[in-house]
T-cell receptor, first 114, second 114 residues
Framework: EAQVTQNPRYLITVTGKKLTVTCSQN?????MSWYRQDPGLGLRQIYY???????DKGDVPEGYKVSRKEKRNFPLILESPSPNQTSLYFC?????????????FGNGTRLTVT | AQTVTQSQPEMSVQEAETVTLSCTYD???????LFWYKQPPSRQMILVIR??????QNATENRFSVNFQKAAKSFSLKISDSQLGDTAMYFC???????????FGKGTRLSVIA
């Protein structure tokens, strides 16, 4: 089954403790992206990657890192999480990047930073 | 920069009735693409319908249709014969080109009442 898999689905952590949210897609998509969803703000892009070893900042990249060493994986790294990063996170992919290849979303990761 | 505005934070509709969700956007581009995504309580992001700006004909997908008014920069979603399963958050989204993000509105929470 074609899908984008995020793990974990729920995560509770404390301020400053490094964490990684994994994202993997099995559709051989070039484009991958991370969004965060906050009430009243919709979804905002954190980082994106057009292909392997190519990553770029989105609208809200502060406090996050990503890597794209393999085509299928695009982990989101929070080196020192803070409470304002409490949010619902979505990974998404498409191929090629364009309107005829809409984004496929993962099921989301609910992160709480205390 | 492109912006997407959904002016109705919450709406409700009786089962089997028709409801229209509004969306306006701002862009100086001529060729772009618009989407409606549905997010049920499961948090999954599901593509409902999409519209290419160069097409004058309004897109339809079963009970879902859009009213695309390019000059007015308006892109409303009509849901006919509403069903309980239509209860969800609905996001309007705009896409322009390859490395630009999918820009989301803040969402409209729709409740279908039996």
């Amino acid at each position: 089954e074609a899908q984008v898999t995020q793990n974990p689905r729920y995560l509770i952590t404390v301020t400053g403790k490094k964490l990684t949210v994994t994202c993997s897609q099995n559709m051989n998509h070039e484009y991958m992206s991370w969004y965060r969803q906050d009430p009243g703000l919709g979804l905002r892009q954190i980082y994106y990657s057009m292909n392997v070893e190519v990553t770029d900042k989105g609208d809200v990249p502060e406090g996050y890192k990503v890597s794209r060493k393999e085509k299928r994986n695009f982990p989101l790294i929070l080196e020192s999480p803070s409470p304002n990063q409490t949010s619902l996170y979505f990974c998404a992919s498409s191929s090629p990047r364009g309107p005829n290849s809409p984004l496929h979303f993962g099921n989301g990761t609910r992160l709480t930073v205390t | 920069a492109q912006t997407v505005t959904q002016s109705q934070p919450e709406m409700s509709v009786q089962e089997a009735e028709t409801v229209t969700l509004s969306c306006t956007y701002d862009t100086s581009e001529n060729n772009y693409y618009l989407f409606w995504y549905k997010q049920p309580p499961s948090r999954q992001m599901i593509l409902v319908i999409r519209q290419e700006a160069y097409k004058q004909q309004n897109a339809t997908e079963n009970r879902f249709s859009v009213n695309f008014q390019k000059a007015a920069k308006s892109f409303s979603l009509k849901i006919s014969d509403s069903q309980l399963g239509d209860t969800a958050m609905y996001f309007c989204a705009f896409f322009f080109s390859g490395n630009t993000p999918l820009v989301f509105g803040k969402g409209t929470r729709l409740s279908v009442i039996a």
